[in-house]
């Protein structure tokens, strides 16, 4: 059984840059965890990535304004916490997204036109899951967790160094599939790391109304999970925290759960107004806590980062825009009879009579003429 002080986060968020971008002190309770400054190569990847990722974001955005897109959850402002935990997986490495993680996935790697696959309209899961080791973008709070729990676990009964990452929301602590989670990694010791982004906001709940735990990051002892907390937009202290808890998990020690402290820029989604539970004040005050501003004043401090190579990267996600852009305006090219194709490894009588009434209906389009209800490969079947 784990002891009590080895589970507890530090008093305070651990801290590496101060939002003027200079280098502070660890507390001792940080530095006797070995959370130390990560070197400046590291951490240019991360700021290069933030830097694209809110440009896709951006893009994303405006792509929603104007009906490309049913609807988007922006995560600006949680741009360290999307990026950072994100780059330090491994290939073998599953993740486990939200909603809101779409620059999480770019980040990882995954074609952002993939990635808005699912906001879009078109499909539930627009990317290979099995490829990327990455699971569908969970829209129900938590349900996620189960699945990244049992999915570590697997890792953990085949002998691998696999982990699991997860990324929930403040409101998916108030879940009971999250409780479910985090107690079934502690008993089975199963290596995931679920990672909390403490936004303040339940779409319009503030964390007080959910919540009279000191901080979030403390959930974890009830489990006998290690915890911590972070400052979210300190994109250095993310990055550092998050490899002591992967390595924590690789070594067989269990699950680890962080709570990053930031906030969402940006209303819960297009179709939300923010005004009516926050005021401009409070947003106007984290604006000063830009974690990409952040990370890019403490890197031109220590002559890590010049104009020129900040003028390319930007111009890398103009490019990365403008691609968007060009292949969202396409219209896509769909066979409607894929409403059945995936409904049941056998279609039932009553799949197939509405297939036919559908088939019916689409008799006049030559685009349609052809159309026929898939038979499931063995693949699909399995």
Known sequence: MSKIPDLLPCAQPVQLIAPDGAAVEPSDEASARGYAMPPDDDLLAVWRAMVIGRRFDAQATALTKQGRLAVYPSSRGQDACQVAPV????????????????????ARGIDPVKVLTLLRGDWHCGYDSAATRTAPQCTPLATQAVHAAGAADGLRRRGTDGVALCFVGDGATSEGDFHEAVNFAGVFNAPVVFLVQNNGYAISVPLAKQTKAPALSYKGIGYGVRAEQVDGNDAAAVLAVTRAAYQ?????KGPFLIEAHTYRMEAHTNADDATRYRTTEEVDGWTGQDPIVRLQAYLVARGALDDARIEEVRAQGESLAADLRARMNAEPVVDPMELFAHVYAEPTPQLREQAQM???ELAGSASAAGAHLPTPTKEEAR
């Open 248 to 252: 924590h998990a690789r070594s067989g």
């Open 358 to 360: 559908v088939q019916r």
């Open 87 to 106: 780059l330090e997986l491994k290939d073998s490495d599953w993740f486990f997204p939200t909603y809101r993680d779409s620059m999480a996935l770019v």
